[in-house]
């Protein structure tokens, strides 16, 4: 207390619920790497140093952004997360659009994926390390995965009711049929190097959902 009876202010301190602060260009940078890195190798397999050596500087101005490795993986996943929310919620904000056209927009980043030679989903990625990921990082993938899930569910709910799809089954299996085949496909394009896997299982995915 003060002389007059008031506090005084102490040091100001982070708190975990304040909203970050936006990133540098320096912490971008890095996080663009990463999310490149954790893509084309796999989280346990890419290490300060890569992006160190990648972007000319020194580990210690990695370590000054992201504290550690969980940190740094943290930001990467929530800033992918982000942006495919941005995109999904855009999609669904339009009225006029059939659904049909809000999964073509949808599997756009896909297409972008299967277009390079070794690029998958980040989250995808992650999944194949699931077991060894720390606990922050295994909560995110897995929250990507049902947000991405009932997003779809969504738009198969409001193309079934439009009488824009013919569903076999109800709209949830469907979406993780989707879902699944995506990123599977994915993988599976990775691992052959056939660059029409991915085309093939969104013709045949649109081929059984039209009326």
């Known amino acids: 207390m003060g002389k007059a009876g008031t506090s005084r202010p102490g040091p100001v301190r ?5 909203a970050p602060a936006l990133p540098s260009k320096t912490a971008e940078k890095i996080l663009d790497v990463a ?6 190798r796999g989280c346990s397999a890419f290490s300060y140093q890569d992006i160190s050596d990648v972007l000319k500087i020194r580990k210690a101005s990695i370590h000054y952004h992201f504290e550690s490795k969980t940190d740094l993986v943290i930001a ?3 800033r992918y997360a982000r942006k495919f929310d941005e995109a999904m919620e855009n999609i669904a904000r339009d009225e006029s659009a059939t659904s049909m056209s809000m999964l073509e927009h949808y599997v756009q980043p896909y297409a972008a994926f299967a277009a390079t030679p070794d690029r998958v989903c980040l989250c995808g990625a992650l999944s194949g390390e699931m077991l060894a990921l720390p606990r922050e990082l295994r909560e995110r993938v897995a929250r990507f995965f049902k947000s991405h899930q009932q997003w779809l569910t ?15 089954e109800s709209a949830g299996k469907t979406a993780r049929l989707v879902f699944g085949a995506l990123q599977g496909a994915l993988l599976v394009q990775r691992t052959t190097g056939d ?17």
């Open 35 to 40: 999310e490149h890195l954790i893509q084309t």
């Open 14 to 18: 982070r708190s975990a619920k304040l």
């Open 154 to 168: 969504q738009i198969l709910n409001r193309g079934a009711a439009r009488g824009e799809f013919k569903l076999a």
């Open 76 to 78: 990467v996943i929530d």
């Open 195 to 211: 660059a029409s896997q991915l085309k093939d299982v969104i013709s045949a995915l649109k081929s059984q959902l039209r009326k």
